[in-house]
């Protein structure tokens, strides 16, 4: 089955500067990557997805990348703020009847 | 509902017991799953529904879980003799396709088995 790999388990930053969290996975029959970002003893919510037949998607201050090739994924944030803190997991799944496999998460903390 | 619902928010039971847990998708969504969650991890595939029927049950860890959804809506998981390792939140979420439409998650039932 699919195997998600996350990286770094916990990312401190200075607000304003910004985050890199980098995935990969192992089947290469998935084509589609969310994330989620979860806070503390709340749900997960996604905040970006890609499919896999685009590269990079941007949304305001957050921007996701593909490569399919090595298979590999990164989230992006930009212009970092204290609410950006949290802990964000990437999935990937095959679509169709497969739910999503999700790597292990990121405690991304925003320093002040 | 305008979002997912799952109740109880929170379970205490005793090693041994049997229990029920129910998940409220958002009105339409023919897609749901069933996900566990472990302190400091990720949320971890258990069962995923289209419609009434189980499509993918291939992340149900053994034969004590089993999972329903017999209208095409609510769905409950049961847990029957319930392991301390059971201890989880579990999530559930629902989509209005497959796997490659948002899932949007519920608040999850804190399950702890004492």
């Known amino acids: 089955g699919e195997n998600v790999e996350q990286h770094p388990s916990t990312l401190s930053v200075q607000e304003g500067d910004s985050a890199v969290i980098k995935c990969t996975y192992s089947?290469?029959?998935?084509?589609?990557f969310p994330w989620y970002k979860q806070e503390l003893g709340k749900r997960p919510q996604l905040i970006i997805d890609?499919?896999?037949?685009?590269g990079e998607k941007k949304d305001q201050r957050i921007a996701v990348t593909l490569n399919k090739t090595a298979k590999h994924f990164s989230l992006h944030i930009t212009e970092t703020q204290p609410e950006d803190s949290a802990v964000y997991f990437c999935a990937a799944s095959r679509g169709g009847a497969d739910g999503l496999t999700f790597g292990k998460g990121t405690h991304l903390i925003i320093q002040p | 509902g305008a979002g997912v619902s799952q109740t109880p928010s929170n379970k205490v039971t005793e090693k041994g017991k049997y229990v029920e847990l129910r998940c409220d998708p958002i009105s339409g969504h023919t897609a749901l799953y069933w996900y566990r969650q472990s302190l400091g991890q990720g949320p971890e595939f258990l069962i995923y529904?289209?419609?009434?029927?189980?499509?993918?049950d291939s992340g149900l860890p053994n034969d004590r879980f089993f999972a329903v959804r017999p209208e095409g809506s609510v769905s409950t998981l049961k847990i029957q003799r319930t392991e301390r390792g059971d201890s989880a939140v579990y999530l559930c979420?629902?989509?209005?396709?497959?796997?490659?439409?948002?899932?949007?998650f519920g608040q999850g039932t804190r399950l702890t088995v004492v």
């Open positions: 089947d290469s029959a998935s084509n589609y």
């Open positions: 979420a629902s989509s209005s396709g497959g796997g490659t439409t948002e899932a949007f």
């Open positions: 890609i499919r896999s037949n685009v």
């Open positions: 529904f289209q419609g009434t029927g189980a499509a993918d």
